[in-house]
C-alpha cells in the first residue's frame, strides 16, 4: 500500500485479556516504530525495530507488552493482561532507516485500545 | 527531565494571520535533528518540517518555517497566512545522535484557526 496501515482501527477488549495490534510498513522501509499516544499527550515512544530485530526496546512499559516483526515488514504489537491504564492509540510508524536528510518517520492513523 | 517542551497548550489565530508555536528542547548531543508535525483530528501524524542541528539557515518549507535558536535551544514553529485547514495538534520532536530515527515528542498545542 501507499501508507502504514494499522489494523485494527478500533479495538474494544476485557481487562485481563490479550490484545495484538498490526502494522504493515510502507514497502521497503526498514525501520519501524510503535509509540502510545494517551489522551492530551504526545505519542511515547515503546520500541523500534531495524529490519527483523528490536534495535530499542526501551519504551517498553513492562513485560505485559511485546512486539515482533519476524520477516521485516510487518510488526505486531502484542498486550497481555490489559488493563485500563493500557487504553491509548496505539501509532505505527515507518522509515527508511538511517538517512542523511531527515529521516521522517511515516505514520499510520493509529489502533485505539478502550479496555473495559 | 524532560526532553522537549511545549509551554502551549493552546492557541487561537485568525485566518490568515501568522503564527508561532513555541518549542524548546535539551540534549547534551552535538548532532540532533528537530521535527514538527501536524496531527489533525483524524489523528494521522503529518511531518511538517525538519531543522538539523548543524544547519545554518532556518528550515522552510511553505507557510511553515522553523526559527531555530540554537544556543536558547528553541524550534519553534512559524506558521503564515493561516488557513481554517491548519487547525490540529502541533508536535515538536527531536531525534538525538544519528544511530536512530527514534523521536521524543513534546506533549503539543492545540492550533484553533477562526474566519
Known amino acids: 500500500g501507499a501508507g502504514v496501515s494499522q489494523t485494527p482501527s478500533n479495538k474494544v477488549t476485557e481487562k485481563g485479556k490479550y490484545v495484538e495490534l498490526r502494522c504493515d510498513p510502507i514497502?521497503?522501509?526498514?525501520?519501524l516504530y510503535w509509540y502510545r499516544q494517551s489522551l492530551g499527550q504526545g505519542p511515547e515512544f515503546l520500541i523500534y525495530?531495524?529490519?527483523?530485530?528490536?534495535?530499542?526496546d526501551s519504551g517498553l512499559p513492562n513485560d505485559r507488552f511485546f512486539a515482533v516483526r519476524p520477516e521485516g515488514s510487518v510488526s505486531t504489537l502484542k498486550i497481555q493482561r490489559t488493563e485500563r491504564g493500557d487504553s491509548a492509540v496505539y501509532l505505527c510508524?515507518?522509515?527508511?532507516?538511517?538517512?542523511?536528510?531527515?529521516?521522517?518517520?511515516?505514520f499510520g492513523e493509529g489502533s485505539r485500545l478502550t479496555v473495559l | 527531565a524532560q526532553k522537549i517542551t511545549q509551554t502551549q497548550p493552546g492557541m487561537f489565530v485568525q485566518e490568515k494571520e501568522a503564527v508561532t508555536l513555541d518549542c524548546t528542547y535539551d540534549?547534551?548531543?552535538?548532532?540532533?535533528?528537530l521535527f514538527w508535525y501536524k496531527q489533525p483530528s483524524s489523528g494521522e501524524m503529518i511531518f511538517l518540517i525538519y531543522?538539523?542541528?548543524?544547519?545554518?539557515q532556518n528550515a522552510t518549507e511553505g507557510r511553515y518555517s522553523l526559527n531555530f535558536q540554537k544556543a536558547r535551544k528553541s524550534a519553534n514553529l512559524v506558521i503564515s497566512a493561516s488557513q481554517l485547514g491548519d487547525s490540529a495538534m502541533y508536535f515538536c520532536?527531536?531525534?538525538?545522535?544519528?544511530?536512530?530515527?527514534?523521536?521524543?515528542f513534546g506533549t503539543g498545542t492545540r492550533l484553533q484557526v477562526f474566519p
Open positions: 510508524a515507518s522509515s527508511l532507516g538511517r538517512t542523511e536528510y531527515s529521516g521522517e518517520l511515516f
Open positions: 514497502s521497503g522501509h526498514t525501520a
Open positions: 525495530f531495524q529490519g527483523t530485530g528490536a534495535a530499542d
Open positions: 540534549t547534551s548531543d552535538q548532532s540532533y535533528g
Open positions: 531543522q538539523g542541528s548543524y544547519d545554518e
Open positions: 520532536a527531536m531525534r538525538e545522535g544519528y544511530n536512530t530515527d527514534k523521536l521524543i
